[in-house]
């Protein structure tokens, strides 16, 4: 994964996906700490990595919604033809290898502080943060990615990280439990 600035000496001819560019990671981070965080943050590494679960693969969170709201009358999230950015199965659930680059990328700008609070950190936006976040979900680019997430936070935003974790594993055994540690979430 590159920052775009570096990817000038690529050659055109070698396709480019935006799960190959720092940025998109950023960009969907930021958004995720806007609209799924409360007041722009998100309690918890596990937490994070759920909501961004729901957020990356579309069939698992309207299988998980109907699971925990069956009454409820929702309309699909906009349906993506392949999620396009990966997830492997890890400890606690989905996890994407990347978030470390990323978080530090965004800390690194002042976009976001990270800071440990008992046995976990808390992820929040700067002002500086929230300011692109606002920026970025105004985008036409965004519009799915900012639907989807404002429908992850309303199912899932006041769910904890162990809660998410426990649902995730309770739900799709098959499909997130039973691979091996490292192996890409496949739907």
């Given amino acids: 994964m590159k920052s775009l600035a570096r990817l000038g000496t690529r050659p055109a001819s070698l396709p480019l996906t935006a799960d190959d560019v720092l940025e998109f990671h950023a960009a969907r981070l930021l958004l995720l ?4 965080g409360t007041a722009g943050r998100i309690d918890g590494l596990t937490k994070m990595a759920k909501l961004d679960f729901f957020t990356r ?9 109907a699971a ?13 033809e392949a999620v396009e950015a990966s997830m492997v199965r890890h400890h606690y659930g989905p996890w994407d290898k990347r978030y470390y680059q990323v978080l530090a990328h965004l800390e690194a700008r002042r ?12 992820i929040a936006l700067s002002t500086e ?13 965004f519009a799915a990615l900012v639907e989807r997430q404002k ?14 974790k426990t ?16 192996q890409v979430i496949i739907k």
């Fill in 68 to 80: 925990v709201e069956p009454e409820a009358q929702t309309a699909p999230v906009d349906r993506v």
């Fill in 151 to 164: 429908a992850v936070k309303k199912t899932f935003g006041s769910k904890s990280g162990t809660v998410l």
């Fill in 129 to 141: 943060g929230a300011d692109k976040a606002k920026a970025l979900a105004k985008r036409p680019s």
């Fill in 33 to 36: 700490m806007h609209i799924c």
């Fill in 57 to 65: 693969y579309p069939d698992f969170f309207e299988a998980a919604r």
């Fill in 167 to 182: 649902l995730i594993y309770k739900l799709f055994d098959e499909e997130v439990g039973k691979r091996t540690l490292g």
């Fill in 111 to 122: 976009l976001i502080t990270v800071s440990k609070f008992k046995n976990s950190y808390q």
